[in-house]
């Protein structure tokens, strides 16, 4: 009877509990921190787990993580480098952002937030639209989330693009590829997606010389993390006009300050870290997918490769 532990401390562990029940036969299920003996630990499911809490569990089989991003769990010792780490793929959480996605960039498109403010005014009055095919979007990141994205905005009829590590053949979708080809792909892009896992090379890359290179009037949609985007310089870029408005999800702190300007920029949506989430009932369902992996000695899938961080 496999047992799995279960950490986070902003999940619903009750829900969690009972989907894992639901979706794998046999399973106990513990509570962090009612951990019990650590050594009859076979399986983690976690989030932001505390520093060194892997220290003991000597028969561990796979840690799971709660999320798509794995950053979470880059730095923790005491975890055997044989034990594979899985990221969290499931329909729910790529629908989720697909969603959150779209709903950003038709805002912008659609000059929403500019109509929300003349209704403010009380002020009719028309404003020019553009066709989706003449909006060039650039999804930085086109994997399990940014490819479902890029697809859906494309079915939309926009001019999109995408920048990974290796190249992409996906039906009418503009693949650039590698750190040669971001230069390129950021002067074409109108709205800029990050999609990116966090490594220490997408640290900062939404910065001033990126920003500079996007064109005037762009808008940046930040989805990944906080630590993608140097905030100072898309604050001086906002202010100085040339980014036209953000929608960002995730912060480098948070939650957020109450004091940081964002919260009161009139150019800024921000939302608290709820681009997607995890749905338990079929995030169960792929967790049970890779448990029967690994009791049958196979290898689970979406295991991560610390080498290049995601
Ligand atoms: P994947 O691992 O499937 O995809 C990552 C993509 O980024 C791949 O296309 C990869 O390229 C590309 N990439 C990685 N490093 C580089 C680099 N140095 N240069 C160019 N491209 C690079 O991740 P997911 O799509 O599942 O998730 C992406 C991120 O979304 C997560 O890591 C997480 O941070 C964030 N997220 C945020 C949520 C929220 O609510 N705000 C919810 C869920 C996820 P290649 O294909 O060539 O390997
Ligand atoms: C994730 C997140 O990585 O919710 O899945 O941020």
Not at 34 to 52: F, M, Q, T
Not at 90 to 103: H, W
């Amino acid at each position: 009877m496999p047992v799995l532990l279960f950490i986070s401390q902003i999940e619903p562990a009750e829900s969690w509990k009972r989907a894992l029940e639901r979706a794998i036969p046999g399973v106990e299920v513990r509570i962090w921190p009612e951990a019990g003996s650590r050594d009859s630990v076979d399986y983690v499911l976690c989030w932001k787990a505390p520093a060194g809490v892997f220290r003991g569990m000597d028969n561990l089989k796979a840690v799971f993580s709660l999320g798509a991003g794995v950053d979470h769990l880059r730095d923790q010792r005491g975890l055997p480098e044989e034990v594979p780490v899985v990221r969290m793929v499931e329909p729910a959480l790529t629908e989720g952002m697909s969603e959150y996605v779209i709903y950003q960039v038709l805002r912008f498109h659609r000059r929403m937030a500019e109509y929300d403010a003349q209704q403010s005014r009380r002020e009719w009055r028309v404003l020019s639209q553009v066709r989706p095919r003449d909006r060039r979007i650039g999804i930085l990141g086109l994997g399990v989330l940014g490819r479902d994205a890029a697809k859906k905005l494309r079915a939309l009829d926009f001019d999109v693009a995408g920048w990974s590590r290796s190249e992409k053949k996906i039906r009418g979708i503009k693949s650039f590829a590698g750190a040669g080809t971001l230069e390129a792909f950021l002067k074409r892009t109108d709205i800029l997606v990050c999609m990116l896992p966090l490594t220490p090379a997408t640290t900062g890359i939404i910065n001033q010389q990126h920003l500079n290179l996007l064109p005037e009037g762009a808008y940046v949609i930040n989805a990944a993390r906080g630590q993608h985007l140097v905030e100072e310089d898309l604050l001086s870029a906002l202010n100085s006009g040339h980014i036209a408005g953000a929608a960002l999800d995730v912060f480098r702190k948070e939650p957020l300050p109450a004091d940081h300007p964002f919260w009161t920029h009139p150019k800024v949506t921000l939302t608290p870290h709820v681009a997607s989430l995890t749905n338990p009932e079929t995030g169960a369902e792929a967790i049970a997918d890779n448990i029967a992996l690994c009791e049958s000695g196979k290898a689970p899938q979406n295991v991560v490769d610390f080498s290049r961080g995601y």
